[in-house]
């Protein structure tokens, strides 16, 4: 009854306000992190299925160097990039509650187009060192990669 009162007379509001969604930008240690669950979850396994399955040993894989990575490299490229395009995020994101969706907005997931193009140039932007460390100078936290194709990744708190 005093709860009736209040609402009544404006001071308790009557429906409770909708908390709005916090996108607050993944750690860059976490980031990395992932990265590196990642590699040992996604790569290590193509690349063992490469070299003793596929080329036969490592030293054919030696011989055949520039094919075996491109036997590495394309599978790579599609499960990571069909991972971050049907459910936002690898394993080792999930691990560390990191999920990617689009800068503009961040209630939408990403395209595929978006993911392929943020794999196409995440190398670039590793090995260049610069488009990294950008990431220690934005509130966001993204790095050059994240810029290119309208991404960010985030901290999940579902």
Do not use: C
């Not at 009854?1 to 007379?9: E, L, N, P, S, V």
């Not at 069909?82 to 080792?92: A, D, E, I, S, V």
């Amino acid at each position: 009854m005093a709860r009736w009162r209040h609402i009544k007379q404006g001071k308790v509001p009557s429906t409770p306000k909708p908390l709005a969604p916090s996108f607050t930008p993944a750690p860059i240690a976490d980031r990395l992190k992932a990265f590196l669950t990642d590699t040992f979850m996604i790569t290590m396994p193509i690349l063992y299925i490469v070299i003793y399955l596929v080329m036969g040993s490592r030293e054919a894989f030696r011989a055949h160097m520039g094919e075996g990575w491109l036997y590495i490299l394309i599978p790579h490229m599609l499960i990571v990039t069909l991972l971050w395009w049907r459910k936002g995020q690898t394993p080792g994101m999930k691990a560390y509650d990191i999920k990617i969706v689009r800068f503009a907005n961040p209630q939408k997931p990403i395209n595929f187009f978006q993911a392929l193009l943020r794999y196409i140039l995440m190398p670039i932007s590793i090995f260049s060192l610069i488009g990294i460390l950008i990431a220690l100078f934005r509130k966001d936290r993204q790095t050059f990669h994240d810029i290119a194709s309208w991404t960010m990744l985030i901290h999940d708190e579902s």
